[in-house]
């Protein structure tokens, strides 16, 4: 899927706000172990998607080759 510059720059931001309330749930709920794990796991997850998304955003796109005859002409 190709998203656009700006759909990209809104879903940067969503991760990042994502991230920021979850980092700050983990340290409030600092005494019940088990949410703080799934909170740590969901953290890891959308830093990783995170980093994928910054990994993919500038890569250059592979050449796309239309014959004249796709276009209706003669080959």
Do not use: C, W
């Not at 700006?6 to 879903?11: D, F, G, K, P, T």
């Not at 994502?18 to 830093?47: F, G, H, M, P, W």
């Not at 998607?49 to 239309?66: A, C, S, W, Y």
């Amino acid at each position: 899927m190709i998203k656009t510059g700006l759909e990209i720059v809104r879903q940067h931001k969503e991760y990042e706000e994502k991230i920021a309330e979850l980092s700050d749930a983990v340290v409030r709920l600092e005494e019940y172990n088990y949410t703080k794990s799934i909170l740590r796991d969901e953290l890891s997850k959308l830093r990783a998607d995170l980093q994928f998304l910054e990994d993919t955003r500038f890569k250059p796109l592979d050449p796309i080759v239309i014959h004249t005859s796709l276009l209706g002409g003669k080959s």
